[in-house]
Nanobody, 124 residues
Framework: VQLQASGGGLVQAGGSLRLSCAASGGTFNSYSMGWFRQAPGKERVFVAVISYDGTSTYYADSVKGRFTISKDNAKNTMDLRMNSLKSEDTAVYYC??????????????????WGQGTQVTVSS
């Protein structure tokens, strides 16, 4: 299975974006999925995770209430809706998949597959 992230771009502070992650070469019905982001000169950090069946979610405190993760197993896609964007949300966003269980954690080390990343830039 390969992951392809898309939907990044330039947006003003307070605006919204929707990121998508599509799977090819297989299905991710049995994978828990997550989003991570990496700002220049910083480590890759956890943003959000969703269980393999799409019923459970968990968010980093920094995005809670502003971002929403969702998963459509029938379409092999996962989305991250980002509202009320702030300049500190500027980063390259990566989608990732974990086959380790129902609901993966917040560490990048728990994820087996990664998309190529999509740039999100929020101007203040």
């Amino acid at each position: 299975v390969q992951l392809q992230a898309s939907g990044g771009g330039l947006v003003q502070a307070g605006g919204s974006l929707r990121l998508s992650c599509a799977a090819s070469g297989g299905t991710f019905n049995s994978y828990s999925m997550g989003w991570f982001r990496q700002a220049p000169g910083k480590e890759r950090v956890f943003v959000a995770v969703i269980s393999y069946d799409g019923t459970s979610t968990y968010y980093a405190d920094s995005v809670k209430g502003r971002f929403t993760i969702s998963k459509d197993n029938a379409k092999n896609t996962m989305d991250l809706r980002m509202n009320s964007l702030k300049s500190e949300d500027t980063a390259v966003y990566y989608c990732a998949a974990s086959g380790s269980g129902y609901f993966s954690g917040t560490s990048p080390n728990l994820y087996d597959l990664w998309g190529q990343g999509t740039q999100v830039t929020v101007s203040s």
